[in-house]
């Protein structure tokens, strides 16, 4: 195989996984993995074990390592909302009319930094 040939197999991709790949609503699921990948960051940075986790959050352990190993199937947003206000954050929900440049509404998470 020679340089060229890998290049043309080569994609550039947006800065969504799941809009590269047609999953459905791509900036929900986005949403949804950001949020449990910020619960993930929070759990291992109070050194938490999963039993831990679990008994803090009130979901089973088996829960938690589903949420720990991105399983976006198992959690709704509502849930990782609760999940999030266990874990002493809160959860903000802002709508707006999407702006004239942007195609389509749109879904974004964004994390504030602790003060």
Known sequence: ??????????HKGTNNIFADI????P???MARAEIMLRI??????RGLTQKKASQLLGIPQSKVSCLM???LSMFSLDHLFELLNA????V???IRQKTKEEKIA??????ATSI
Do not use: C, P
């Open 22 to 25: 047609g999953v459905a609503n």
């Open 1 to 10: 195989m020679n340089i060229k040939s890998i290049k043309e197999k080569i």
């Open 69 to 71: 190993n991105g399983k």
């Open 27 to 29: 900036e929900r699921v």
């Open 106 to 111: 749109t879904t974004h998470v964004l994390l």
């Open 92 to 94: 903000e929900i802002i």
């Open 87 to 90: 874990l002493d954050r809160d």
């Open 40 to 45: 993930s960051e929070i759990i291992k940075e």
